[in-house]
């Protein structure tokens, strides 16, 4: 059975409940209508799919790519230009935007595949600087400019704006949910185990015959794709979208949301964007006090708790289940065996892998024909 | 491109590579002594500007009390930085993930520190005027401000000063000795543990003096170290991280393009340039004019 080969840990119970929790969620629009509420929802909802994304280039891949939000604005650039300016459909202008990014992603990694940690970091971020500038200095009237891109219809322009809103909370949702499992499902598949593999061990990886080169580009590509599609979620959404979506700011949002919830993690990105989405809508009229405190959480974070808040839960988690086996011995293989990544805020649904941290690699290297 | 264009270029680069040559030597001399690359050092160039603002128009004094004081405040704050940011995870030292680590924890100081200022002095831009005035006429109008010269001076004697606090003093030595080999060092009885922040204290301290400079030509706000941090951040991997000479050099060959840039194209495509050229050198020889190859590369 493929589920039980991707996902080893997750028994029948646990799909249940997984289950159970998104048809919860999916459901909330139907009884809340607070539109500013929802709004912030479906924003962090957008948001999180761009953290997803970077996390799999930044945290599983370990490539320090910092410019992560010039592809998720270059693929929402992308998905506006294709609806003001073609008679595609807008569904799949929003799956243009990705293709777009992941293109220009690709072409991205190859520039970097010489460097290594802050070099690389130093040429993708000057990759977003330049694209920030240029689309900011555009002249000729296709971006926008400073002033922000032409009003596109979105998605839904034919629905009611409630009902609009509702349909924006099930898609996104939707993207979230299924990018969430295929990318846990890539952590015990071949690709996943190449990736990490490079990631911690890259000369003796490449000695066993993976090309760094290729695991590299193919995480860019991924990575790309689905920032690509936040960008174009986000453009239909907000009906606009503007050079401010990028920059240092809203860069250092992202990072604190990646960090904070477990970078490398699958949940990490989920827990770390809900956590600051809560906090940044609270002190939504100070964002001197906002940032100062999520600068403060941040180092709190890196120095005190490695891997985050899904380490820190994992870890309590493995403590409380180790201690419960030596009070009952009975089910001892149920919990010795199991979960590294219970994520309990996500419900006991654990999927897969999710500590972060070397000692992800257990499984043997792929083995290649040497070329 | 007139005669006049020209030695108005060669006057900002030699204003502007000097300071910029400042605060990228404290960079790459954190970079070549804890292999961290200090996120922080924007933010110092801020405090820098505000407490020149502070001691030069708010207080009135002299603009040598103004370097004195930034040079203090960013010491300590740039000491307290290392305490809490990177002492911590000094025991990660060999961790695959340091340099990455650090780099978060230094950038998270930064963000404290550019939001605490944004909180106290609000987002408003401040002119920190200096009370020299007058300047030399160096060719068929272009000017040299007497204030400008000052700064470039004074930037200049205190790279070298540098120079010579690393070749002769003691510490200097020491410094030295933890870059080339830290556990030859350790050996020898240096110690460690005090030389680190010391060590950050001292390169934060020239981006202080920096940012009152920096302050005087631009403006003092909580954003005004964000472009400081990028152009010093261009400077060291242009010159290669870890070496002292080539920061110097790389802080006036930016100063010279971005100058150019400026009279020939306007002053909102400089930034865009530099890193138009920061990524061809990345692409064609990533360690810089003068740093070493590095074995750790993909």
């Known amino acids: 059975m ?17 289950a159970v929790l998104v048809v919860l969620v999916a459901a909330f629009p139907l009884f809340y209508k607070n539109q500013y509420i929802l709004t ?4 962090g909802l957008v948001l999180l799919v761009l953290n997803i994304s970077w996390n799999f280039v930044l945290g599983v891949a370990g490539v320090w790519n910092f410019g992560q939000l010039a592809i998720y604005a270059l693929g929402g650039y992308g998905a506006g230009i294709l609806m003001l300016h073609t008679p595609l459909p807008p569904w799949l202008a929003v799956l243009g935007g990705g293709v777009i990014a992941a293109v ?24 977003a600087e330049i694209v920030q500038y240029v689309i900011l200095n555009d002249g000729s009237g296709l971006t926008g400019g400073s002033y922000g891109f032409p009003t596109v219809p979105g998605l839904y322009s034919s629905l009611s704006p409630d009902a ?17 499992a295929a990318l846990a499902a890539t952590g015990r598949s071949h690709l996943g185990i190449a990736i990490r593999a490079v990631r911690d061990a890259p000369a003796y990886t490449a000695a066993r015959g993976v090309s760094p080169l290729r695991y590299r580009v193919i995480a860019f590509a991924i990575s790309g794709f689905l920032a690509g599609i936040a960008g174009a979620l986000y453009i ?15 860069m250092s949002i992202d990072v604190t949301m990646l960090v904070i919830g477990g970078l490398g993690t699958v949940f990490g990105p989920l827990i770390g964007t809900a956590l600051l989405t809560i906090v940044q809508t609270a002190l ?12 403060t959480f941040l180092l709190i974070v890196v120095v005190f708790v490695p891997g985050g808040l899904v380490g820190l839960i994992a870890r309590t988690y493995h403590r409380v289940g180790a201690w419960a086996a030596e009070d009952e011995q009975a089910p001892a293989e149920e919990t010795a065996e199991g979960q590294p990544a219970g994520a309990g805020t996500a419900g006991a649904g654990a999927a897969g892998k999710g500590t972060a941290g070397a000692d992800e690699v257990e499984a043997p290297v792929p083995r290649r024909e040497p070329t | 491109m007139s005669a006049t264009d020209i030695v108005g270029i060669l006057v900002t680069t030699f204003i502007l590579g000097s300071i910029y040559g400042l605060v990228a030597i404290g960079m790459t001399l954190i970079y070549g002594t804890l292999r961290i690359l200090d ?3 924007g933010s110092m160039v801020m405090i820098g500007s505000f407490v020149g603002w502070g001691i030069l128009v708010v207080a009135g004094w002299n603009p040598v009390v103004a370097i004195l004081f930034a040079f203090v405040a960013t010491f300590l704050l740039g000491t307290f930085t290392q305490l809490v940011s990177v002492q911590p995870l000094m025991k990660r030292r060999n961790a695959i993930d340091f340099e990455m680590i650090t780099f978060i924890t230094t950038f998270a100081v930064a963000i404290v520190f550019t939001n605490l200022a944004l909180e106290i002095f609000g987002p408003q831009q401040r002119n920190v005027t200096f ?5 030399i006429n160096v060719y068929n109008g272009v000017n040299l401000p007497y204030q400008s010269l000052a700064m470039a001076i004074v930037s200049i004697v205190l790279m070298a000063g540098l120079g010579v606090f690393l070749a002769r003093t003691r510490w200097g030595m020491a410094i030295r000795a933890v870059a080339q080999d830290l556990d030859a060092a350790r050996l020898m009885g240096v110690p460690v543990g005090k030389l680190y922040p010391l060590t950050m204290g001292l390169a934060s301290a020239l981006a202080g003096i920096a940012g009152v400079f920096l302050g005087g030509l631009y403006f003092a706000s909580p954003n005004a170290g964000d472009q400081p941090l990028l152009i010093a951040l261009i400077v060291v991997i242009f010159g290669g991280l870890g070496s002292l000479p080539g920061t110097v050099y790389a802080a006036y060959a930016i100063g010279f393009i971005q100058a150019t840039a400026e009279v020939l194209v306007g002053t909102t495509w400089a930034l865009p340039i530099l890193y138009g050229v920061i990524l061809l050198v990345l692409i064609v020889r990533p360690q810089g004019l003068m740093g070493k190859p590095s074995e750790a590369r993909l």
């Open chain 1, 2 to 18: 493929i589920s039980r080969r991707l996902f080893p840990s997750m028994t029948r119970a646990r799909w249940a409940a997984v």
């Open chain 1, 40 to 43: 912030v929802i479906v924003t």
């Open chain 1, 104 to 127: 220009i992603s690709i072409l991205l990694a190859f520039p970097t595949l010489r460097l290594y940690g802050i070099y690389t970091s130093l040429l993708t971020f000057a990759f």
């Open chain 1, 164 to 180: 609009s809103m509702s349909a924006y909370y099930w898609t996104i949702l939707g993207v979230v949910v299924v990018s969430t």
């Open chain 1, 236 to 250: 239909s959404f907000n009906q606009s979208i503007s050079p401010s979506a990028m920059g240092l700011t809203p």
């Open chain 1, 284 to 295: 939504v009229d100070h964002p001197g006090i906002e940032l100062t405190i999520l600068g």
């Open chain 2, 39 to 41: 996120m922080s050092q």
């Open chain 2, 131 to 135: 009370v020299i005035a007058g300047g």
